[in-house]
């Protein structure tokens, strides 16, 4: 069973970058699919980015497009969120999740099996 640990949360200000990182613990990690979704205070869980481990094929949502990047670290069983120019609506804790699924499931709000225990990501105007 994959483990998710997400880092690189923090408080910065608009318009700053910042990078989160979601370290996997498992080996077979080219099995999955792996993404990142947010969740603001009083509003529901949203998709934010995805990826193929196997293809690097990815998805992102239409709010972070041009701003955010998700990449994967092979050698280090990391994905990794470069977040560029934020904004506070980008205010949320930040949960990585993964699935053999498909990347679909990360758009379709289908099942994703793991998740990290999340991040938070504050941005101040």
């Known amino acids: 069973q994959v483990q998710l640990v997400e880092s690189g949360g923090g408080t910065v200000q608009s318009g700053a970058s910042l990078r989160l990182s979601c370290a996997t613990s498992t080996r077979t990690v080219s099995n999955y699919f792996m993404g990142w979704f947010r969740q603001a205070p009083g509003k529901e869980r949203e998709f934010v980015a995805a990826?193929?481990?196997?293809?690097?094929?990815?998805r992102y949502a239409d709010s972070v497009k041009g701003r955010f990047t998700i990449s994967r670290e092979s050698a280090k069983n990391t994905v990794s969120l470069q977040m560029n120019s934020l904004k506070p609506e980008d205010t949320a804790v930040y949960y990585c999740?993964?699935?053999?699924?498909?990347?679909?499931?990360?758009?379709?709000?289908?099942?994703?099996?793991?998740w990290g225990q999340g991040t938070l990501v504050t941005v101040s105007s």
């Open positions: 990826i193929s481990w196997g293809t690097d094929s990815t």
């Open positions: 999740a993964a699935t053999r699924g498909g990347l679909g499931m990360f758009t379709t709000g289908g099942y994703l099996e793991v």
